[in-house]
């Protein structure tokens, strides 16, 4: 209590200094209110800068410490007197330790109830911002919805425009009408509409003809053409051709001709068709012959090969498969083909092969009757000898025969054509030949040999005649693969 009512002792008389430790009347402190004009421009600005809470915060102590530095003193034009005063005339009150407490505590819920109102002022203007928000995607919605509406009605207007009047209801319409006309007059029109159709079936069968005939057409002039080359090629040097026809025929008869006229073979008899002989004999001339005709086949079939097999042979069978080049016709052959003409531009494969092979086998024996009548080449004077030939000639027309006799026949044989068959005749003792027979009883190529059944001892072996027949499939399929 002492304490409270002694003087202070005042050394420093400053102003400043007395302010801060002094609560004199004259010196009272005044706060500034704030206008609720300030306050609204302070909210307002922060709407606009869209500030967040802290940011407020900050603001809000800027202004409060500004607001402290704006303070002003309700003396101030009476502060030059208050120098002049005497300090004893006025009487001083301290504060005590817990006045200063309470009033720090008041300033501070002063502060806090300040910032609360900061705070539900910024929690609003949030709030504003995102109603606002909200408010801007709604309209923008709205703004999207309104565009796809307006594009929906754009593309609904250009489908309309796109549709042809054909589809619309004034163009089905009248198009019922005039289906309705046409059928009405469609009784008195069809006559001429099957003359139409008609007309237009004949077209499109002609337009079809037309597309396959075209190919074959021009394979005819390919073949035809062909066909002409090979005649001139033939007629250019027919002695030379003739020559070369003899040495190939010679060559293909060579291992056979070797067996014949070997000179151990005048003491044995082999001719068991027109001979009485005795077991042990026939099956000497069986051997024998099996033999010969042996060397006959595989040579043959050696020399059909592409590099052995001479031109002039295979422009001949070419030349045979055309009627108009052919000048007489075998009974056999021609019941099952039908040669190529104008009428017939197209045979089969078998039936080439058929007559490629007929070609080769006249051919051959004529170059076979100028090597026997040659006594420099074999001694036809011998009676095996002979016999020997007329064998070979016998099976080889046999396997011809044989092989193509399951060709079905197809030709009724009413056409002009000029049969001829050959006969094997003995011209002298030492001179054989072909000769040409009009009179036509059998289907054989060549007369005046031996049948089929006085050759039956000769079939009997059994793997010796398979052997013969592969090796003349063989023959032919070189004739077909040759090229010309």
């Known amino acids: 209590m002492h304490h409270q009512n002694r003087l202070p002792i005042i050394k420093n008389t400053n102003k400043e200094f007395r302010s801060e430790t002094l609560d ?40 409060t410490r500004t607001n ?55 929690q609003d203007t949030i709030q504003n911002l995102q109603n606002k928000k909200y408010q801007t995607l709604d309209t923008q919605t709205e703004r ?37 006309n046409l059928l009405t007059n469609f009784y008195f029109q069809n006559k001429w509409l099957k003359k139409l159709k008609s007309i237009f079936q004949a077209a499109r069968a002609l337009c079809r003809i037309q597309i396959l005939v075209r190919p074959k057409r021009e394979q005819w002039d390919n073949a035809i053409s062909k066909e002409i080359s090979c005649v001139q ?30 000179q151990t073979l005048d003491d044995h008899q082999l001719n068991f068709i027109e001979n009485t002989l005795s077991p042990l004999q026939i099956d000497h ?15 043959f079939e050696l020399f059909t090969n592409q590099k052995l097999f001479i031109r002039e042979f295979g422009l001949n069978m070419y030349k045979d498969l055309f009627e108009n080049q052919r000048k007489f016709f075998s009974k056999f052959v021609t019941k099952r083909t ?16 058929m007559i490629y092979s007929e070609s080769i086998i006249y051919n051959l024996l004529q170059g076979l009757m100028l090597l026997i009548n040659n006594p420099k080449v074999i001694n036809m004077n011998k009676p ?14 046999y396997l011809f025969m044989n092989t193509f006799k399951e060709l079905p026949i197809i030709n009724d044989l009413t056409g002009n054509y000029k049969f001829i068959q050959f006969k094997l005749a003995q011209i002298n003792k030492k001179e054989f030949a072909l000769q040409e027979c009009i009179q036509i009883e059998k289907e054989e190529l060549i007369i005046g040999t031996y049948r089929l059944d006085e050759l039956s001892p000769l079939f009997s072996k059994v793997s010796w005649y398979s052997s013969i027949k592969k090796c003349f499939r063989r023959i032919l399929n070189n004739l077909f693969v040759y090229k010309f």
């Not at 120098?83 to 300033?107: A, G, W």
């Not at 109830?113 to 900061?118: F, P, T």
């Not at 565009?147 to 609904?156: F, G, H, W």
């Not at 017939?344 to 092969?353: H, L, S």
Request: net charge positive.
């Open 285 to 299: 001339a069986i051997s024998i012959t099996t033999q010969v005709y042996w060397y006959f086949m595989t040579s």
């Open 68 to 122: 402290t530095k704006n303070i002003v003193f309700q003396d101030e034009p009476y502060s030059h007197q208050r120098q002049k005063t005497d300090i004893s005339s006025h009487k001083f009150k301290l504060y005590s330790p817990v006045q200063e407490f309470q009033y720090e505590q008041n300033q501070k819920v002063i502060e806090n109830k300040k910032n609360r109102n900061s705070h539900e002022i910024s």
């Open 144 to 180: 999207e919805q309104q565009i796809q509406v307006k594009r929906q009605a754009s593309l609904q207007q250009n489908k309309d425009n796109s549709i042809k009047p054909g589809r619309n209801i004034k163009g089905i319409r009248q198009f019922v009408g005039q289906a309705q």
């Open 384 to 397: 095996n000898s002979v016999f020997l030939i007329r064998v070979l000639i016998t099976l080889l027309q």
């Open 338 to 353: 039908l040669y190529l003409s104008q009428q017939n531009k197209i045979i089969t494969d078998e039936q080439r092969v």
């Open 233 to 262: 090629e033939l007629s250019y040097n027919a002695t030379v051709n003739a020559i070369k026809n003899k040495q190939w025929c010679q060559m293909v008869f060579t291992k056979a001709f070797s067996i014949i006229q070997s």
């Open 24 to 63: 004199l009347p004259t010196n009272r402190i005044v706060q500034r209110k704030e206008t609720t004009q300030n306050y609204e421009k302070k909210v307002l600005t922060n709407e606009n800068n869209g500030l967040p809470y802290q940011k407020l915060e900050k603001n809000q102590n800027s202004s």
